[in-house]
Nanobody, 123 residues
Framework: QVQLVESGGGLVQAGGSLRLSCAAS????????MGWFRQAPGKDREFVAA????????YYADSVKGRFTVSRGNAKNTVYLQLNNLKPEDTAVYYC????????????????WGQGTQVTVSS
């Protein structure tokens, strides 16, 4: 059974940093791309970043490029999202997910999701 568990969210002031973690279990890695998404109240879930597990290629939404960094941990099946220079508009629930097929920026192409972790940025 596939399970994704996010952690590391919290309340931070604008300009601050957080590091989110996604621990995955039960994956066979026939789906070698993992993505991060976020969803703010009243808004659609949006792509944030993705990483290819073996080659470690990374992809970012324009809104977070230069501020967020996605990486793969040395521990098995762990993915991180470093959030720097946070802004109030970054406030959302952040999710990690595994890509089933198709483009990495479309949330409908992901089949396993974590429960999410709340990030709140105060101004």
């Amino acid at each position: 059974q596939v399970q994704l568990v996010e952690s590391g969210g919290g309340l931070v002031q604008a300009g601050g940093s957080l590091r989110l973690s996604c621990a995955a279990s039960g994956l066979t890695f026939s789906r070698p791309i993992m993505g991060w998404f976020r969803q703010a109240p009243g808004k659609d879930r949006e792509f944030v970043a993705a990483i290819t597990w073996y080659s470690m290629n990374t992809y970012y939404a324009d809104s977070v490029k230069g501020r967020f960094t996605v990486s793969r941990g040395n521990a098995k099946n762990t993915v991180y999202l470093q959030l720097n220079n946070l802004k109030p508009e970054d406030t959302a629930v952040y999710y990690c997910a595994t890509l089933r097929e198709g483009s990495y920026y479309n949330p409908t192409n992901y089949n396993y999701w974590g429960q999410g972790t709340q990030v709140t940025v105060s101004s």
